[in-house]
């Protein structure tokens, strides 16, 4: 129990945006397309349409692994009957408002961009090489079937614990809602696995369609939910901050953040290392391709930077007590891994059709349009819904800590 008990807990109610916040939620999705499409007629013009689809690859996994992350963190929480959780919530929730459109956006990479990306879409000899089997799941309607799947299966549970549930209870209060939860919870993660696996096959493995690893939808998984702890650790230091979240976030609740964060910081560190490991040692020329092209050419700083920025800095800097309840050390700690997931991203996708590492300001301009799109999103669902799941039952358990 920390401090004093506290019997009740006001509802902040919806986000009321302003200023920068404002300027995102009115102008953001037509910002964002707009700074696509501004990329696109650079890439075209100047010859760089490899560029510009890879980087669109990138972007579109990037901000859709925080859609999921939204999703899968409200079914841990009902499934593992979680307290900690009920107070930032909500934020995560708020996530998983991009799915729809982000799944969308994978369709113009399919039917438009697949030739630049994916070698064996660009080479019609390779995927006649492939069994029947892999034709059939390394094509285009194998990668549109997958993606329909699997962004269906996402939205139906986003809508199900979210909205037909979490959203709900706000306005009946009815308690049964999170013992129904449960079920949906537990229901959710062993399909979730599978399409999520074949899903990152399809949209980052693929690019190097002859390379596979038994492990790597799990480092992706991990790499979506360090990234997504760092996000929610982000957003709610800044409710706290502005006041939003004051009364119902305390103390113990961002050290829960931080203790996560640095959990699952030795866990990407552990799921990497193995997977590289096993197949040094196997020393399989199939497997080993993939690294050596990722360790040459200037490929080799960013494999090196990874680990820095993904574990060293959040696992040591989260350590202290001190650092793992301080909402500005969130904010630098959780910059440097939101860094270190999309370079992860750029080094994995990248080195399949160009030489060594080179930025532009195609980079940083379909980043920002696809943070514009996602902020947008997110803010709408924000300004429409209680930034705090006030009726959960859970909720005063929660706050005054008594779950630890």
Not at 272 to 281: D, E, H, N, T, V
Not at 295 to 310: A, H, R, Y
Request: glycine content about 8%.
């Amino acid at each position: 129990m920390h401090g004093a008990h506290i019997k009740s807990v006001k509802d902040p109610g919806p986000l009321n945006p302003t200023g920068k916040l404002l300027l995102v939620k009115q102008f953001g999705l037509y910002a964002g397309l707009g700074l696509l499409a501004i990329a696109f007629g650079i890439a075209f013009a100047t010859d760089n349409k490899a560029l510009f689809w890879q980087n669109y690859t990138i972007d579109v996994f990037y901000f859709l692994g925080f859609a999921c992350f939204g999703v899968v963190l409200t079914a841990m929480h009902y499934a593992a009957n979680m307290t900690w959780s009920t107070t930032v919530r909500r934020i995560s929730e708020g996530f998983s408002s991009f799915l729809l459109i982000g799944g969308l956006m994978v369709f113009p990479l399919i039917f438009l961009g697949a030739e630049y990306v994916y070698d064996w879409a660009a080479d019609h000899e390779l995927h006649h090489h492939f069994d029947k089997a892999k034709q059939a799941f390394i094509s285009k309607p194998g990668f549109a079937i997958v993606t329909v799947v699997f962004i269906g299966f996402m939205v139906f549970f986003a809508n199900k614990l979210i909205h037909g549930i979490s959203i709900k209870q706000d306005s009946n209060g009815d308690a049964g809602l999170s013992k129904k939860a449960i079920a949906w919870g537990v229901a959710f993660f062993m399909p979730f696995a599978y399409l999520f696996t074949l899903f990152v096959v399809e949209l980052i493995m693929a690019v190097n369609s002859a390379w596979f690893s038994t492990m790597f939808g799990a480092y992706c998984f991990i790499g979506i939910f360090l990234s997504g702890f760092a996000l929610l650790a982000i957003f709610t230091s800044h409710a706290v901050e502005s006041g939003h979240l004051k009364e119902a976030v305390k103390s113990h609740h961002l050290k829960d953040l931080g203790t996560w964060q640095m959990g699952f910081s030795a866990f990407m560190m552990y799921i990497g290392f193995s997977q590289f490991m096993l197949i040094w040692y196997a020393n399989l020329p199939a497997e080993t391709a993939y690294f050596i092209a990722r360790m040459s050419n200037g490929w080799e700083n960013i494999f090196l930077l990874l680990p820095t920025l993904k574990w060293v800095i959040p696992f040591i800097f989260l350590m202290p007590w001190k650092y793992r309840s301080n909402p500005k050390a969130f904010k630098v700690i959780g910059t440097c891994v939101l860094l270190g997931q999309w370079l992860d991203l750029y080094w994995m996708v990248m080195p399949g059709g160009t030489e060594g590492p080179a930025f532009n300001g195609l980079e940083v301009l379909m980043f920002l349009g696809f943070a514009m799109i996602f902020g947008w999103s997110v803010l709408n669902f924000y300004s429409k819904h209680s930034m705090l799941a006030h009726k959960d039952p859970k909720l005063i358990t929660s706050v005054n800590g008594q779950h630890l």
